[in-house]
């Protein structure tokens, strides 16, 4: 996954948020994750979680995580169920969902 802050920002903003950050150091984190070369899916969760669960933004969390997901699932060729993944947006984000590998497996189950 190649995606940097600027990128994520700028999807915060393009959902019609406002691009600023609450808790940067939780997207910061998730971003040097992906240093470790870790699978997509768990890159994913990372995101997810600093997204949904941490607030990075002060607006537009799910709708940016939602983004990020759909856009990484179509440069890689793999369908998504849109409406399954709103649902488990939703759930990770109202449950604070913490667990990665619950992360991981409530978005793989949106995937077909």
């Known amino acids: 996954m190649d995606i940097n802050k600027k990128d994520i920002i700028r999807i915060n903003q393009e959902i019609g948020a ?4 609450s808790n940067e150091s939780s997207l910061e984190y998730s971003l040097s994750t992906l240093k470790s070369k870790s699978s997509w899916l768990k890159d994913l969760a990372q995101f997810t979680r600093a997204l949904c669960v941490d607030h990075a933004f002060q607006d537009g969390n799910k709708r940016t995580a939602l983004a990020i997901i759909l856009v990484y699932l179509e440069e890689e060729g793999l369908e998504a169920n849109k409406e ?3 649902i488990t947006i939703y759930k990770i984000s109202k449950e604070n969902i ?3 590998n619950r992360i991981m497996r409530l978005i793989k189950n949106g995937i077909f």
């Open 18 to 21: 406002d691009g600023l950050l």
């Open 84 to 86: 399954k993944l709103v």
């Open 98 to 100: 913490n667990d990665l």
